[in-house]
C-alpha cells in the first residue's frame, strides 16, 4: 500500500477546513491515526462496517474484543450506553476526561462495537481536535491506540506513527509531540465502580 497522506494540525486551535480535510477521509471509509489526550489514535466512522475490519486487522485483534468509541461531549454519549443515576454523576464532574467508561451498550452502536456482556467503552477526551472532528462528522468514531502487537509502547509523534503504521491507514493527522499514557478504564456496570485499567487521570473520584 502507499504511504498515508499527513496533515499538520494545531491540537489546541484547529481549523475548520482543517477538520473538514479529516471528516472527509472518515465520511468515505478511511482509516486515520489521530492526536488524543492520551496517545496517538487509530480511527474510523463507527459506522463504516468495512473500516471498522480494517482497524481489527490492522490490531490484530479478535472479533470477541471490540474497541472502544469516542464521542464529542457528554450529551452524545446518551445517544450510545444506558446511564445509571450513579454513572451520570460520576462521568459528569470528570468528563472531559482521559477515561474510558464501560457502559451497557444502547441499540445505536454497531453489534460489531459491542461485547458479549452488551456493553461499550466510550470517551469523550479533554481534547479540541477530537471532539470538533466528531462534532463535524455527526456521530461518534472508533478509537484505539496507536499500538500493534510486538510494539513496546505508544508512539508520540507523526513521524514515528509514519514509519510504523502510514502504510496501513489513510490519513495521519500530526498534533504535534504526546507525552503518550492510555486512559484510565472504568466499569460502571451495575452501578459497580470498577477500575479495570490505571492511566492517566486523577483515581480518587473512582476509589
Not at 471528516?23 to 471498522?52: E, H, M, S
Not at 461531549?73 to 470528570?94: G, T
Not at 456482556?117 to 462528522?137: A, D, W, Y
Amino acid at each position: 500500500m502507499s504511504p498515508a497522506r499527513t496533515i499538520e494540525i494545531n491540537p489546541a486551535r484547529p481549523t475548520p477546513r482543517r477538520i473538514q480535510e479529516v471528516v472527509d477521509v472518515l465520511r468515505q471509509g478511511g482509516v486515520i491515526c489521530y492526536p488524543t489526550d492520551t496517545v496517538y489514535g487509530i480511527g474510523c466512522d463507527i459506522y463504516n462496517n468495512k473500516a471498522v475490519k480494517r482497524i481489527f486487522q490492522i490490531k490484530r485483534r479478535a472479533k470477541e474484543k471490540p474497541f472502544s468509541l469516542m464521542c464529542a461531549d457528554f450529551q452524545e454519549m446518551n445517544n450510545y450506553c444506558h446511564i445509571s443515576n450513579m454513572a451520570y454523576r460520576l462521568m459528569r464532574k470528570n468528563l472531559p476526561g482521559p477515561y474510558t467508561f464501560i457502559l451497557p451498550a444502547a441499540k445505536l452502536v454497531p453489534k460489531i462495537m459491542v461485547t458479549r456482556q452488551k456493553t461499550v467503552g466510550i470517551r469523550v477526551p479533554n481534547h479540541s481536535l477530537c471532539r470538533e472532528m466528531i462534532t463535524t462528522l455527526g456521530n461518534a468514531i472508533l478509537t484505539t491506540s496507536a499500538i500493534l502487537p510486538g510494539d513496546e509502547g505508544a508512539m508520540s509523534n507523526a513521524c514515528d506513527i509514519e514509519d510504523r503504521i502510514g502504510t496501513m491507514v489513510d490519513l495521519v493527522v500530526d498534533g504535534g509531540a504526546l507525552f503518550p499514557d492510555p486512559s484510565t478504564v472504568i466499569s460502571l456496570v451495575g452501578d459497580q465502580v470498577e477500575i479495570l485499567r490505571a492511566g492517566k487521570g486523577d483515581l480518587s473520584p473512582f476509589g
